[in-house]
């Protein structure tokens, strides 16, 4: 009997590259026993609003970039829909795709949603919010919402990286308590990151022995505010080598963490902006949804 695939398309995503393969996945699909119906957003939050629908199939598919994936996980978890997701990176940077070891091959990605087993797969609830890599703020994070669509189009990650240069230009410091597990860290940082991804904010990356996406712990990184060149070129340096066991840095994992900030501060749930906040409350959801990759 053939099952019923919920296909839900960011139509401006990366370079638009869907477009040229919407038939090829189609066809893949058909080939792996699903009937497919196609979805398209129209309108930031609708992919959102579309899963009070899924509950009427056996898979979800999201063809997008990391913002519209983390619309279809809100809407899972918002509606409570308990089916299969898998996920065609069609985005510019990808973090998510790369962290899960994603092929960015479209015909690949479809193949492998079908014929590849569920992974149970950590989400993080910020607030009332979900996300499905990290939430993050400051340096670095402005770059993931700040940089046109048409821009990062052309640019791809390197558009990331020019944003982020501008970041390094005007470093403000965030004076909060963090509280995570049991332990407090109170400080001045330049910027913050509750992940559970290898990469995120189409910059930081981290080592692949550092990080489990399905263990119930965050990986937390939270960067100093260097008090001189020496403590930047630290910084710097300890990015592109992803060490992080230096006086700039605090790397810990928690399953759940709170942010005391001592001024509302403005914040990135998957590389989408969320409105400055007060007290921050983040939950590791272990093994949330089934992912097929």
Avoid at 110 to 135: H, M, R
Avoid at 234 to 242: G, R
Wanted: glycine share 10%; proline share 4%.
């Amino acid at each position: 009997m053939l099952k019923k695939l919920m296909l839900i398309i960011n139509p401006v995503a990366g370079k638009k590259r869907m477009k040229t393969y919407l038939l090829d996945v189609i066809q893949i699909f058909g080939r792996g026993g699903f009937i497919t119906t196609t979805f398209v957003t129209a309108r930031r939050g609708e992919a959102t609003e579309m899963m009070q629908l899924a509950s009427d199939f056996d898979l979800v598919v999201c063809a997008g970039g990391d913002g519209t994936l983390n619309e279809v996980i809100c809407g899972m978890m918002k509606y409570k829909v308990n089916i299969p997701l898998g996920y065609i990176p069609c985005g510019s940077t990808n973090d998510f795709a790369s962290s899960m070891g994603i092929s960015l091959d479209i015909r690949k990605c479809a193949e492998s949603i079908v014929t590849g087993g569920p992974l149970p797969l950590d989400i993080g609830k910020f607030n009332t919010k979900y996300f499905s890599y990290v939430a993050s703020f400051g340096a670095f994070t402005a770059a993931s919402y700040s940089v046109p669509q048409d821009v990062k189009n052309f640019w791809g990650h390197a558009a990331y990286i020019f944003e982020g240069i501008k970041d390094l230009q005007s470093i403000k410091p965030y004076h909060m308590k963090v509280e995570a597990d049991g332990k407090t860290y109170d400080g001045d940082y330049v910027f913050g990151a509750i992940a559970n991804s290898k990469s995120f904010g189409g910059i930081v990356k981290l080592k692949d022995e550092l990080v489990s996406l399905n263990d119930g712990l965050f990986e937390v990184l939270l960067i100093k505010m260097p008090k001189n060149i020496v403590d930047l070129n630290t910084i710097i340096n300890s990015l592109t080598q992803s060490k992080f066991d230096n006086k700039c840095f605090e790397f810990f994992k928690a399953s759940k963490v709170k942010i005391i900030p001592s001024e509302p501060i403005a914040w990135s749930l998957d590389g989408e902006y969320m409105h400055p906040g007060d007290e921050i409350n983040v939950t590791n959801i272990h093994g949330a949804i089934e992912f097929c990759r």
